[in-house]
């Protein structure tokens, strides 16, 4: 009897610590997530204003071959 409790014990420590284990690794995918969005807004953002300096500057002149 004391064998099968302590056996049901183990199996429940296993589990919480099995769900916390999970936890953990969600609320990690769930930052990367997050972070990986917060720097595709910042790139694109980027890119964008890049693109509208490129278009606002002056086109530079080539110089000619004589």
Same mark, same amino acid.
Do not use: C, I, N, S
């Given at each position: 009897?004391?064998?099968?409790?302590?056996?049901?014990?183990?199996? !429940?420590? %296993?589990?919480?610590?099995? +769900? #916390?284990?999970? =936890?953990?690794?969600? @609320?990690? $995918? !769930?930052? %990367?997530?997050?972070?990986? +969005? #917060?720097?595709? =807004?910042?790139?694109? @953002?980027? $890119?964008?204003?890049?693109?509208?300096?490129?278009?606002?500057?002056? =086109?530079?002149?080539?110089?000619?071959?004589?």
């Amino acid at each position: 009897m004391e064998r099968a409790q302590a056996a049901f014990q183990k199996k !429940e420590v %296993q589990m919480r610590e099995g +769900a #916390k284990a999970m =936890a953990e690794y969600r @609320a990690g $995918e !769930e930052a %990367q997530r997050v972070k990986t +969005a #917060k720097l595709r =807004a910042l790139r694109l @953002a980027k $890119e964008a204003a890049d693109r509208q300096a490129a278009e606002a500057a002056p =086109a530079k002149a080539g110089k000619r071959k004589k």
